[in-house]
């Protein structure tokens, strides 16, 4: 469980056509060049057999985008996910091993600089093929799968992607501006807060909410009780933490406290950027609603 949290506190940050404008030129014999979520130009193969996944969310991308079988190896965090059959897992901290992906003969490699951000380089130094995503925002979000589509040549899996996020960043909304403490680690002395550059921050204001932690500066970082008593959230929503008696006695004249409105927003989909993402902006507009899920 502990692991599961700090994972979460990690993970916790424009587009082409679905399919052709992305695809770019073929690059040798038996390659082309497209370009990832990042901008990056990445050599694949034409025809992409065999992948790689180092996040969660990514393995259920491509699971969606109809390319389950393509599959051959996932990190270990999705030992427990019983809908992979046949792929190999490896782990992903401290760093991703090269070596062992060198041995699963990758035709492409799909990481988040979100989670991995130190793993990108020397990763794309060796394999050409790395395709980087980005999970730090919604609109990164519908620029990976448009472009992850293209290069699977899953152009119409990724248009019902994209068009699903569209209808749900449209679709819900909370009323009144309410102001909302994000909490990726509720446990004193450390609470870490989620801010800018994180997805829950963009899901948040998306759904019409402000963030407390607007201002920390960075996607997570440590927030005092004074902030939070000061600030005054109308909400407070953990993400796999959980709020200890000592903070609610800390924070018992906070509006969130005092009315119950603590919620938890823990589940992978909410703290994995994927197809689960656009029903998690439902949820999180139905979440900060009175009465919507409050923890008593």
Not at 23 to 36: H, K, L
Request: glycine residues 10%; hydrophobic residues 45%; contains cysteine.
């Amino acid at each position: 469980m502990i692991a599961r949290r700090l994972v979460a506190a990690l993970l916790l940050g424009a587009l082409g056509a679905a399919c052709g404008s992305d695809a770019g030129p073929v690059a040798r014999s038996g390659t082309r060049v497209v370009i990832d979520a990042t901008g990056a130009s990445v050599t694949i193969a034409l025809d992409v057999r065999r992948i790689v996944t180092t996040v969660p969310g990514l393995t259920a991308t491509v699971v969606a985008l109809g390319c389950a079988d393509r599959l051959v190896a996932v990190s270990a965090l999705e030992k427990g996910d019983r809908t992979l059959v046949g792929v190999e897992y490896f782990p992903v901290f401290p760093v991703i091993p090269a070596e062992t992906i060198a041995s699963m003969r990758p035709d492409l490699v799909l990481v988040d600089p979100t989670l991995s951000p130190r793993d990108i380089a020397p990763l794309r130094a060796r394999f050409p093929m790395t395709f980087a995503c980005d999970s730090r925002s919604l609109d990164g979000l519908r620029t990976t799968f448009a472009r992850l589509g293209s290069a699977l040549g899953r152009g119409l899996e990724a248009k019902r992607l994209t068009d699903d996020l569209d209808a749900a960043r449209a679709e819900a909304r909370v009323e009144g501006s309410p102001l909302v403490l994000l909490l990726s680690w509720a446990e004193p002395p450390s609470v870490i807060a989620l801010g800018p550059g994180s997805l829950l921050d963009d899901m948040l204001r998306s759904v019409g909410a402000r963030n407390l932690a607007a201002d920390l500066g960075h996607a997570s970082g440590p927030v005092s009780s004074e902030a939070v008593v000061s600030g005054d959230p109308d909400w407070i929503v953990l993400t796999g933490a959980t709020f200890s008696d000592d903070l609610r006695s800390r924070w018992s004249t906070v509006k969130a406290v005092k009315l119950g409105r603590i919620v938890e927003a823990g589940g992978d989909d909410f703290v994995q950027a994927g197809p689960r993402t656009a029903p998690a902006l439902r949820r999180l507009a139905k979440l900060l609603t009175p009465g919507g899920g409050a923890i008593k």
